[in-house]
Structure formats: structure tokens, C-alpha cells
């Protein structure tokens, strides 16, 4: 029986420091609150500040009262945090990978509907800083790469993919061709994935 009353004791006890870390958060969200609507009332900060410090602050104490709560309750807080990093981690990996493909599927899109060259036009790459940028003429365009022919000696031809961003984020100089085809027209006529 002595034992039992133990165990009810320290179930009471933790179950009391639970609710005042849950009353405690909420205390220091309103005084935080009031805090901030009277600089709001001042115009030290503006509405829009104001919104983002009260998220931000709302947050926090959330993320502060669950977490000291679960320690409270006997939970290995650590070992979650950890493991939330770790997928945490590998989504932002994923998402930039994936980040710069739909980039240029994007940016792909608008070169086609803003019309910003052609196959057969002659276009460079300026670079910001006046140094030579990449030139050539425009042979193949597709949702990932455009592909410009230059000629570097005698006959001899490299062929250069650029990736579409590319051309948002730098300046670009055209020279129009004389045989040329819109950017829709060539990728309608070529098959999405091709394999030689």
C-alpha cells in the first residue's frame, strides 16, 4: 500500500509541475503580448512586426512548454529532437536538389512564353562584370538545357548546355537568326524523354 501511495505522490507531483509549465507558458504569452501591443500603441514597431514577433513568440513557448513537459513525464526528449533533425536534415537536402530541377522547369516556361530567343539566334551570356560570357547559336532547347553551338577554330564546334535559370540571372545579348523556330514549336516536336 505504501508503495502504491509513492507512485500516487509522484503522479501528483509530475502531473502539478505539468500544468504550471502549461500555466507559466501561458502567463508569458500575454505579458509578452501586452508588452508588445503597447510599443504597437506607441509606433516603436509596426502591425506587420508586430504579427511576426507574436508567431514567433507563440511558437517558442510552445515548443519550450511540450518539450519541458515530455521531460517532466519521463520522455527522452533528446532522442526525438534528434531524430527530427535527422529527417529534418534530408528534407532540405531533398528540397534543394529538387529545388534547382524545378527551377529550370520553370524557368523553362517563361523563356517560352516570354519569347526571349529562338533556335537559330545567336545569344551570350553577359557576364555582370564585363568579363566574356558563354555565346553561341541557339540548336536545341528542352525543359532543362539550351544548347548553343559556338565555333572555336577551324571547323571545329563545341557544343555548350546551359541550364535555364541561367538566363533570368544574368543579362543576355540576341542576335536574331536567319532561319529560326519559337521555343514552343521545337519542344513540341521533340519527345520528353529521349534516349539515343
Request: charged share 15%.
Amino acid at each position: 500500500m505504501e508503495f502504491r501511495t509513492e507512485q500516487l505522490v509522484s503522479l501528483g507531483t509530475t502531473m502539478a509541475g505539468v500544468i504550471l509549465v502549461f500555466l507559466l507558458g501561458i502567463v508569458v504569452f500575454f505579458l509578452s503580448r501586452r508588452g508588445l501591443k503597447v510599443l504597437l500603441d506607441l509606433e516603436y514597431i509596426s502591425n506587420p512586426v508586430y504579427v511576426v514577433i507574436m508567431n514567433i513568440i507563440r511558437w517558442l513557448l510552445i515548443i519550450t512548454v511540450v518539450i519541458i513537459s515530455l521531460q517532466s513525464l519521463g520522455v527522452k526528449v533528446g532522442n526525438i529532437m534528434a531524430g527530427l533533425l535527422t529527417v529534418a536534415g534530408m528534407i532540405a537536402i531533398g528540397f534543394i536538389a529538387v529545388w534547382s530541377v524545378m527551377s529550370n522547369i520553370l524557368c523553362s516556361g517563361f523563356l517560352v512564353a516570354f519569347n526571349v530567343f529562338e533556335i537559330g539566334d545567336v545569344v551570350e551570356v553577359v557576364e555582370p562584370v564585363g568579363g566574356s560570357g558563354l555565346k553561341g547559336m541557339v540548336v536545341s532547347f528542352n525543359i532543362m538545357f539550351t544548347t548553343l553551338e559556338e565555333e572555336v577554330g577551324e571547323g571545329e564546334t563545341v557544343f555548350t548546355q546551359i541550364p535555364n535559370n541561367i538566363f533570368f540571372q544574368k543579362s543576355l545579348r540576341r542576335r536574331k537568326g536567319i532561319e529560326t523556330e519559337g521555343l514552343g514549336q521545337h519542344l513540341l516536336s521533340k519527345p520528353v524523354f529521349h534516349f539515343p
